[in-house]
């Protein structure tokens, strides 16, 4: 992989534990000349940001390594993030209501699997719109998850990576289905869907595994027939289990790492959801955000933003079940909150 001086500054690991071609310090030369062409052909168009090597070889990669249409999704994305406000959220957005809306539907991210990956949670079987709609609102749940989907980038995945000395570019997934009747699903189809679409299109190949456990009867079938139609690569990443999932969970999250509620031994004071504990909390493995550091912040209104709506594009549905942590519920308002893990 040959990286660019001008817009390569990492503090981390760049190799992949991923022996795939495509992946980061697995590229082929005819690879490496795409990503050179796809930067190149976006600078001519005016984008000066997020153009480094792994960001771009996650947009290729998404497009089987096609130039133009990754290019295309590219500045897409980057058009949402303007029109969305992404590079103020991140730095100004509050969430004073986290404890309250994580009583109904908790989702977080909680310490790290044997690949030393951050493990993302999420909860479905206490949803209650009407009651969380009291507390919140359908707009900031959404910039809530894109906010986390940020942090996600920087400086989740680069603590992590240079705890493990090596790339970490995805996340570990759990879906919990426990709870979740046909009336549920049917709440929370419409966010999953927003959400599935935002992850799948502006942040690409951030899944790592997905677990989707207490999957109810009847979810299995569905599954089966909706495989067919997915990419085998994506396949091979979810897991689908019933109510006896707790040994292949283990095999993957270390016991010291996975929360009580699901067969661990993690009990962290004041309780996992909201404690975020991981390398990200630990200063010998942190570093400041880009998006934190002072020249960025300079650059940017200082507002705190807490009650303001922010506009929210549609974008196109996932394909995949569970493939992202965050939706648009301003789009359909009588739908409720729906899986959010974090990428494919």
């Known amino acids: 992989m040959t990286l660019d001086p001008k817009h390569d500054q990492y503090d981390y690991p760049t190799t992949s534990p991923t022996v795939q071609s495509g992946h980061p310090g697995h590229t082929t030369k005819e690879q490496d000349a795409q990503v050179h062409q ?44 303007q029109d969305f406000g992404v590079d103020e959220l991140v730095r100004n957005f509050q969430y004073d209501e986290k404890s309250k809306v994580f009583e109904y539907y908790p989702q977080y991210y909680h ?25 919140t609102t359908p707009e900031r749940m959404i910039q809530n998850l894109v906010v986390e989907y940020e942090k996600l980038a920087d400086p989740r995945l680069p603590a992590c990576s240079r705890k493990a000395d090596q790339l970490l570019e995805t996340c570990c997934s759990i879906m919990d289905l426990k709870g979740v009747g046909l009336g549920k699903a049917r709440q929370v189809y419409g966010y999953v869907q927003q959400v599935s679409g935002i992850l799948q299109n502006y942040y690409p190949e951030r899944l790592g595994k997905l677990y989707i456990i207490n999957a109810p009867w009847g979810f299995s079938p569905i599954w089966n027939m909706v495989k067919g139609f997915l990419d085998p690569v994506t396949v091979q990443k979810i897991h689908v289990l019933g ?52 020249q960025a912040e300079a650059q940017n209104s200082s507002t705190a933003i807490q009650n303001k709506p922010t506009e929210i594009t549609n974008p196109e549905p996932a394909a995949a079940p569970g493939t992202a942590p965050a939706a648009d519920p301003a789009q359909a308002p009588a739908q409720a909150p729906a899986p959010v893990p974090p990428a494919p």
């Open 111 to 135: 310490k790290t699997d044997k690949d030393g990956r951050p493990v993302y949670v999420e909860l479905l079987g206490n949803v209650d719109l009407t009651a969380m709609y009291k507390i």
């Open 38 to 81: 796809l930067r190149m052909a976006l600078e001519q168009a005016g984008y000066k940001d997020r153009l480094d090597t792994l960001t771009l070889l996650r947009f290729l990669r998404a497009r089987k390594f096609s130039v133009e249409l990754s290019k295309k999704m590219f500045i897409e994305c980057e058009k949402w993030r």
């Open 243 to 294: 109510s006896g999932y707790q040994k292949e969970l283990l095999d993957q999250v270390p016991k010291e790492n996975l929360p009580t509620q699901f067969g661990g031994s993690c009990d962290c004071q004041g309780g996992c959801m909201l404690s975020d504990e991981g390398p990200w909390q630990d200063s010998q493995w942190t570093k400041t955000p880009k998006w934190a550091q002072p």
